[in-house]
């Protein structure tokens, strides 16, 4: 069965700190993966896309790095801010039409 | 360039009611799907639509149908509706339905079925 995991379920960090947050999936033959933002009560918002090709992808304060062969990712968050808060999914495809996603890592910068 | 919308926002049926629920897709963008977020979960795939053919679904039961219009629009229909309903719909667009293609989210819907 293709699951995806996050750990931990919840993370809180003082304001300034650099974070990392984790993603596992049980099958290395992925298409690719994506992590996304979600605020309390909304939708998602695509952070960065990783294709199966690629190592790593950066956005702004945002690196995530794929590793298909330990069946992870991680997402780096470098010097957090308060505005940082909120749930992150990671969602992997698996070479069909859905994405499976994550349970999220709910994600608390303390200012 | 327009995001994905949702209509509505918010809505509360009865149990063994129906609810239709409207997406539309990012401009540019033919593929459309749809995903129930419960309370604390990750969403899961309802199922997809392509040039208007259903061409993927997910562990939900016919009562959950779909449309997708020459427009690239989509609507979700669930006939008679159960408490474990209540939940956050999700519509998400890209621009073809290879995987390979990112995808964006709407707002969401949020149901709840009392």
């Known amino acids: 069965k293709q699951e995806v995991t996050q750990i931990p379920a919840a993370l809180s960090v003082p304001e300034g700190e650099n974070l990392v947050l984790n993603c596992s999936f049980t099958?290395?033959?992925?298409?690719?993966l994506q992590w996304f933002r979600q605020d309390p009560g909304k939708g998602l918002t695509s952070l960065l896309l990783?294709?199966?090709?690629?190592r790593e992808q950066t956005s702004g304060r945002l690196n995530a790095s794929l590793d298909k062969s330990s069946g992870r990712s991680t997402l780096y968050i470098a010097a957090s801010q308060p505005g940082d808060s909120a749930t992150y999914l990671c969602?992997?495809?698996?070479?069909?039409?859905?994405?499976?996603f994550g349970t999220g890592t709910r994600l608390t910068i303390i200012p | 360039e327009t995001g994905v919308t949702q209509s509505p926002t918010h809505l509360i049926k009865t149990r063994g009611q129906q609810v239709t629920l409207r997406c539309s897709s990012q401009?540019?963008?033919?593929?459309v799907s749809w995903y129930q977020q419960a309370l604390g979960q990750g969403p899961q795939f309802i199922f997809q639509?392509?040039?208007?053919?259903?061409?993927g679904r997910g562990n939900f039961p016919p009562r959950f149908s779909g449309l997708q219009f020459p427009n690239y629009s989509s609507e979700l229909n669930v006939n008679a509706l159960e408490l474990d309903d209540s939940a956050l719909y999700l519509c998400?667009?890209?621009?073809?339905?290879?995987?390979?293609?990112?995808?964006?989210f709407g707002p969401g819907t949020r149901l709840t079925v009392t």
């Open positions: 401009s540019g963008h033919n593929t």
């Open positions: 099958d290395s033959a992925i298409y690719n």
């Open positions: 969602a992997v495809s698996f070479g069909n039409e859905k994405l499976t």
């Open positions: 639509y392509y040039r208007e053919e259903e061409n």
């Open positions: 990783i294709q199966s090709s690629q």
């Open positions: 998400a667009s890209r621009r073809d339905s290879q995987t390979s293609y990112e995808q964006y």
